[in-house]
């Protein structure tokens, strides 16, 4: 009876309008960077209602907080549907969010069915995992993985020289859990697409194979800051010039490999940053992605090979430093085939997909069976207040969620009796 | 005889590390903010060093100190000797500073001579040239060009929300002569470059002509921002890499308009600036010079057409705002003829050469003949501590400065007797 079940779509879409108060902006977006006030105001919220809904809830020493909702056997390990609550600086409503809000519609709906699961079902919220504020992204996902050690998440710096322990420990997410300290039977995470590839195709539900890999880079020109007016073109070391170049090749760079290769310079600061001053220093960071590794590593080859040329006898240099290499990710073949199956059975129209952005299932697929659901999001627009999905499309998306974590629980539930 | 007269280079350098005290920094440069109780010690010690060489002292009601060494007929207007005793917060021992104590100098010099010259020579020093405290610039010399009303400079504030006029007042520089209110014969002022021209041409002795014409403008680019994972390179409207390519744009215009004409892009901000969204707006400032007007506003038509050609089909939009315009400044032929022909007689490699930054003379200029001498500052570093100039170029200035301002005095002296 239970593959009957569905979530409630309307419950589901007032709970997203709620928390998209905490951190919304006059664009209709939301800005909630990470381990910031409005960080710890929706942490709060969630675990109001996660304990409302029955949940023993607990965080580990990176804030990641874990609702449970007691199973058959609680000596099982739970199977996780995870995503983050941290947005983009001037993000949407449904990047992250609806993976977590999915997640706890889909207890309230187990609690209102009275349905009890063999294995605990445990919701996550990850902690950083947009990157924006403390790069890299998907820290914390990174450190339960054990990707990166918690020492080195606590050292990383805003622009403003805080740093992540300092700002976890100032909003009190400092958990007595090693992050990593307990096992997952699954991880499921529901996400829009951030592409236009379902829309386009008319597709409700993306089955998710797998991550493409990516590198993030930080380079840093240095030049010689002069007087705009006294100094000569000829005898200028100007490190914004050289880095408008590099730019150009990082953009050259990403066309020359296409079609799948994606090559973007985000984030970019100019020092001193003065109208009458030439730039002495420039900072900007280079993000490079292709499904095929050899291809990300070959546009790191040609980039570095690009910025050599363009110092060459400038009195220019530059530093280019990779901080963070994520190869291509392939999800669990079982859990992939539960999303599947759950999509067809509910008779949503379907496709596999391979996710062009980074999400913390990448990371927990490392340590645990691990799957994503996509779905739409109008015109593949993300990272940006105007971020739109309709509310059929996230219910349809909890129901696969839903159905993929009951199936699950089916197969991972100890064969006895008759 | 008094054209092989020479200053004490000694005397003036011990001068200068002397007043250096006056808010000497660790690093070895000055701070001493306009209408600070470090600027009313130095303006205390000026008049007494002045007084001392026989000088009568005055100030006006914007502070501007003028000490005159009477002449054989003082009903003439005097020839003044001018700049500025204020520094930037990290600002060094030269810049403005061997203007003045050059020509108290000067004025020791021809009393060690006991010349009398026909018209009166005055020394001044201006208030707030750096304009670091209170802007704009070159306020009292402003005032005394009639540019900008005495009111408008007592209303300007500083940080603290202190006026001019109240701090003017608080150290007891309100003088009684309304800030205009004397003629002057003509104004010669001895600077640092505060670039590398002389330096990289291996002169001594710059012969400035003019103030270039200089332009600001501020430009906004605006395309889309989007997630830099899963939006392809076809479908982008990056306004970063439209920007690295105004940047190369304006950089080529620069050198299309050389030798003498300079275009800089200072100051730049992304937005979201996150590394992982594609820039949706970029802003960035853009500084045009030249010692013609009309090279200026070709810079600035050639900029605009390659920014509209830059944009074009690709969805990304730019505006460009002229937000400041200051015409080109042209010394007086007889006074650049008179500090070339003392550069020529007294055998100091010299150049002709056109002001980059501001100064009071650029303002003096349209109430009195002027011109500016300038000597080398290694590699042209200014607005630093670390601003350097070695004792025999300064003293090579005040050489050039002193017969400058006796050339002058000869051709302005009435042609009387046998």
Known sequence: MSTNMRVDGARLWDTIMETAKIGGTEKGGVKRLTLTDLDAQVRHWLIGQCEAAGCDVHYDDMGNIFARRPGKDNALPPIAIGSHLDTQPTGGKFDGIIGVLAGLEVLRTLNDS??????????????????????????????????????????????????????????????????GGHKLAAHFELHIEQGPILEDEGKTIGIVTGVQGMRWYEVTV??????????????????????????????????????????????????????????????????????????????????RAAFDKIVEGSGVSVKCERIWDSPAVHFDKECVAAVEGAASSLGYPARRIVSGAGHDSAYIAKVAPTTMIFVPCEKGISHNEAEKTEPEQVAAGADVLLQAVLATDARLAPKTGA
């Open 222 to 303: 240095t030049g010689m800051d002069c007087h705009a007016g006294s100094t000569p073109m000829r005898l200028r070391q100007d490190a914004l010039v050289a880095a408008a170049r590099m730019i150009e090749a990082v953009q050259a760079v990403g066309l020359a490999n296409g079609p799948d290769a994606v090559a973007t310079v985000g984030l970019i600061e100019a020092r001193p940053n003065s109208r009458n001053v030439i730039p002495g220093e420039v900072f900007f960071t280079i993000d490079f992605r292709d499904p095929n590794d050899s291809v990300v590593a070959k546009m790191e080859d040609e980039a």
């Open 114 to 179: 009275g349905i009890e699961t063999h294995a605990p079902i445990e919701l996550i919220d990850w902690t950083n995992e947009e990157g924006s504020r403390f790069a890299p992204a998907m820290l914390s996902s990174g450190v339960f993985a054990g990707v990166f050690s918690r020492d080195y998440a606590y050292e990383r710096e805003d622009r403003e020289g805080l740093t992540f322990g300092d700002e976890l420990k100032r909003i009190g997410f400092v958990g007595g859990e090693a992050c």
